[in-house]
């Protein structure tokens, strides 16, 4: 019985260790059109809503330089605050921005 219940919390602390990367990596993924663009960021309308999208960790201070109000673009992150944290940003035409 003892070895049961210590392979049960071993198989626990593996699955909970897992988690924040299996959430990262299945991240929210949304694709609409750029209303706006500021350095770190812009907003995008899915057709659904409006996301303030941060493009900071991958972007910079640059996102101007490579992102357009009206293109289509579609992001890959995570939601943190009010704000959606961008892991990528992939215009329609399969260019990554900010690579």
Not at 77 to 85: K, P, S, Y
């Amino acid at each position: 019985m003892k070895l049961n219940v210590t392979r049960l919390l071993i198989l626990g602390v593996v699955v909970l260790a897992s988690v924040p990367a299996i959430a990262q990596n299945q991240g929210n993924s949304f694709s609409g059109r750029v209303q706006r663009v500021w350095e770190d960021g812009f907003r995008l309308n899915t057709g659904n809503r409006a996301i303030t999208v941060d493009t900071y960790d991958i972007c910079g201070d640059n996102t101007t330089r490579h992102i357009s109000a009206g293109e289509q673009v579609t992001v890959t992150g995570e939601f943190d605050g009010g704000e959606f944290d961008a892991f990528s940003v992939t215009k329609t035409n399969g260019t990554r921005v900010c690579q």
